[in-house]
């Protein structure tokens, strides 16, 4: 099923206006362009068709294997489509016109928007006059052994901002956790669950022209095994 963002460790981040990104042959030509009509083609698409598109996408990485490492990975970036809904937050499967936008800061998008050094942001923007921000951080880390992999790893901290700031700026703290069991413990895993190891996310697509558009494929390949498993579709803003 089509999902969105879940508050654990950088699950990363409903369906927007797709901006058209680099040129393209035409769709019948080039596997991006066919994925991004197949995403606008309607709301209740065909989720195998998309992940299908998408994996015909990943032997064209243009970081060739090494996007852990791209100074190109840094961004704001929305979640377009995701795959393993029943792993994700409730609040993501409300009608449209309450669905919050699911949004990852990266790199100094990250940084400048207070989440400190190293951190990964995943934000829940409600369409709601008023409704808080919600912001979850972790910190992350290209895996020394593969360069297409981010390990994520605490301290986990989730907290409310107001209402149209973005996600950027102080919030107030709901809940923080050092440790990667007890994170998954507030998010009432089970034992097995929280001795898992670390949350490690492979990104195995990124475009590097750094302009919105720039689309990016991951799937959680380690940890929590509620998320492993789970794929992504992000674009630039």
Do not use: K
């Not at 990016?216 to 998320?227: F, H, K, L, Q, T």
């Amino acid at each position: 099923r089509r999902a969105v963002m879940q508050f654990a460790p950088a699950a990363a981040l409903p369906f927007s206006a797709l901006s058209p990104g680099p040129v393209f042959a035409a769709a019948g030509d080039d596997p991006r362009a066919a994925l991004l009509l197949l995403l606008a083609a309607s709301p209740a698409n065909d989720d195998a068709a998309v992940a299908a598109a998408m994996e015909r996408l990943v032997p064209l990485d243009p970081s060739r294997g090494a996007a852990a490492t791209s100074a190109a990975l840094g961004g704001r970036w929305r979640l377009l489509w995701s795959a393993n809904a029943d792993a994700f937050s409730p609040l993501l499967n409300l009608p449209p016109p309450l669905r919050p936008e699911s949004l990852q800061l990266l790199g100094s998008a990250a940084e400048s928007a207070g989440c400190g050094t190293g951190r990964i942001a995943q934000l829940l923007d409600f369409p709601l006059p008023f409704f808080p921000v919600l912001r979850l951080t972790s910190s992350a880390r290209p895996d020394p052994d593969d360069p297409r992999t981010l390990e994520i790893f605490p301290p986990f901290r989730l907290e409310t901002l107001p209402a149209g700031s973005g996600g950027s700026g102080g919030g107030r703290t709901l809940v923080e956790s050092g440790s990667d069991a007890g994170f998954r413990a507030v998010n009432a895993r089970t034992a097995e669950a929280q001795a898992a190891p670390r949350n490690r996310y492979e990104i195995s697509y990124l475009e590097e022209s750094g302009r919105p558009g720039d689309l990016r494929i991951s799937r959680v390949v380690a940890g929590d095994p509620v998320i492993v498993g789970s794929v992504f579709l992000h674009q630039r803003l």
